[in-house]
T-cell receptor, first 113, second 115 residues
Framework: AQSVAQPEDQVNVAEGNPLTVKCTYSVSGNPYLFWYVQYPNRGLQFLLKYITGDNLVKGSYGFEAEFNKSQTSFHLKKPSALVSDSALYFCAVRDGSNYQLIWGAGTKLIIKP | KAGVTQTPRYLIKTRGQQVTLSCSPISGHRSVSWYQQTPGQGLQFLFEYFSETQRNKGNFPGRFSGRQFSNSRSEMNVSTLELGDSALYLC??????????????FGPGTRLTVL
């Protein structure tokens, strides 16, 4: 069965430091991976997705994600964190057999000035 | 293009009542999915509509229902409200081609409070 894990409920980073939000997945076929961000009292905003090709995917707001097939991971990264990056981040996956997105539990990212 | 819109943004109801939420997808998008978001359960999939037909359904009781109109606008209905139905209800639209790379775009949500 498909599954997604976001192992950290919360990540704390100082402003200006690099940030990583972790995501691991389990699928039976080729994974299609997505990252979304949710600001307070807002809907989810699409950041980026991996379909195939380059393992490093660039997305909105300076975010990027690294796909690692051997480790079944798709970690979200940013070289220099901003206070405005503080939000809830969700990872989601589809595999080749099911159109439905499977969602991680979310990681709260807190950037401290 | 205008984004996904949801109305109303906030609702307060009492137990036993029913409620209807509305979602207008991005122009040209034919698929609409509904999610329930709560602090304890995270994002839970309710159902997906494509071309006025329910294409997928999550594991929710029959009190939760939906429909889609010919212009792709969608409504969801919750009957006999329970306290546990208090949540943020999110609508997402996508082209709905069935491609696994299809991206969902979310509306701002409707915050439902059941008293």
């Amino acid at each position: 069965a498909q599954s997604v894990a976001q192992p950290e409920d919360q990540v704390n980073v100082a402003e200006g430091n690099p940030l990583t939000v972790k995501c691991t997945y389990s699928v039976s076929g080729n994974p299609y991976l997505f990252w979304y961000v949710q600001y307070p009292n807002r809907g989810l905003q699409f950041l980026l997705k991996y379909i195939t090709g380059d393992n490093l995917v660039k997305g909105s707001y300076g975010f990027e994600a690294e796909f690692n097939k051997s480790q079944t991971s798709f970690h979200l990264k940013k070289p220099s964190a901003l206070v405005s990056d503080s939000a809830l981040y969700f990872c989601a996956v589809r595999d080749g057999s099911n159109y439905q997105l499977i969602w991680g539990a979310g990681t709260k990212l807190i950037i401290k000035p | 293009k205008a984004g996904v819109t949801q109305t109303p943004r906030y609702l307060i109801k009492t137990r036993g009542q029913q409620v209807t939420l509305s979602c207008s997808p991005i122009s040209g998008h034919r698929s609409v999915s509904w999610y329930q978001q709560t602090p304890g359960q995270g994002l839970q999939f309710l159902f997906e509509y494509f071309s006025e037909t329910q294409r997928n359904k999550g594991n929710f009781p029959g009190r939760f229902s939906g429909r889609q109109f010919s212009n792709s606008r969608s409504e969801m209905n919750v009957s006999t409200l329970e306290l546990g139905d208090s949540a943020l209800y999110l609508c997402a639209s996508s082209q709905g081609t069935g491609q696994l790379s299809d991206t969902q775009y979310f509306g701002p949500g409707t915050r439902l409070t059941v008293l």
